[in-house]
């Protein structure tokens, strides 16, 4: 058993005692301990071996998840790259512009000739 060094002199008075009576335990007590020792270390090498591929598929899937999450959310290129070149026609007549803005208003026009005729 390695011994650390402490500096405590409770920890070292603690230390020493447990040292005295490991020392004097008597052989069917120590067979004892060793056999609970082993069968403690068999335990622990003995890990269901589906927790590793689970834990592996949990953080695969949880990538893929995220992956396609920000796929489906990313802009999709060219949508708004390019305005069609009617629409930049009018943005640089203004006078189409004014035509545009008042098309309600010549809709409206249009319906009252067309009753009243």
């Known amino acids: 058993m390695s011994k650390p060094e402490h500096k405590d002199p409770f920890l070292q008075q603690v230390q020493a005692t447990l040292e005295r009576s490991a020392q004097t335990l008597d052989d069917a007590t120590l067979r004892e301990l060793r056999q609970a020792r082993y069968t403690a270390l068999e335990a622990r090498q003995r890990r269901p071996a589906w927790l590793l591929p689970m834990g592996g ?31 930049l026609a009018l943005l640089e007549d203004s006078e189409s512009l004014e035509f545009y803005e008042d098309l309600d208003f010549y809709l409206w026009l249009d319906d009252e000739q067309q009753d009243a005729g």
Do not use: H
Not at 65 to 87: I, K, M, R, T, Y
């Open 57 to 87: 598929l949990a953080a695969a899937a949880t990538v893929a998840v995220f992956s396609v999450s920000l796929w489906l959310a990313a802009p999709q290129p060219g949508v708004n790259e390019q305005l069609p070149l009617e629409d």
